[in-house]
């Protein structure tokens, strides 16, 4: 298993900066994509950036990380409370899972305070911009350094 981690972004992602800044504020997915190569370099892990607006996608790409990735960090947006499938997909990875959200869910609209994905992540992370995505890659560190002896926990090659 390699010290990849898989960084899988759902819909509307792609217009981080220009939609909704007052919520998803005005930094864009390459500043994100940018914070999260650096985080991962600093812990000796590399990332694979991903984003697509269709549900199947996000699914193969998770599917694909079973065999190569260490972990996923999964920011599913909308379909975090729509997607039983998405779900599914990563309860078949092994490896740890962690949930970015840029704002709080729980404080929008109601039908936004439940994520089927949450179910199976390791560690949820909401409402600290992209500022979250860091300490997503952190946890995985900090978790895999601690663990990596562990059968249960892929190991770096």
């Excluded at 939609?19 to 500043?31: N, S």
């Excluded at 994100?32 to 991962?40: D, F, G, S």
Aim: net charge positive.
């Amino acid at each position: 298993m390699s010290g990849v981690i898989y960084i899988v972004n759902g819909p509307n992602l792609n217009l981080l900066g220009a939609r909704e800044p007052d919520i998803y504020g005005h930094e864009t997915l390459d500043d994100v994509h940018r914070l999260c190569e650096k985080t991962a370099s600093a812990s000796g892990l590399k990332v694979k950036f991903l984003q697509s607006n269709a549900e199947h996608q996000l699914i193969d790409w998770i599917q694909e990380a079973r065999k190569k990735a260490l972990a996923i960090v999964i920011n599913p947006a909308a379909y975090s409370h729509t997607s039983v499938a998405i779900l599914d997909a990563l309860k078949s990875f092994d490896g740890i899972v962690a949930e970015v959200h840029l704002s709080n869910i729980h404080r929008r609209e109601s039908f936004r305070h439940r994520s089927f994905v949450s179910t199976r992540a390791d560690c949820v992370i909401a409402g600290c911009g992209i500022s979250g995505y860091r300490f997503a890659i952190e946890f995985i560190a900090q978790q895999h350094k601690n663990y990596k002896n562990c059968a249960i926990l892929p190991q770096l090659s």
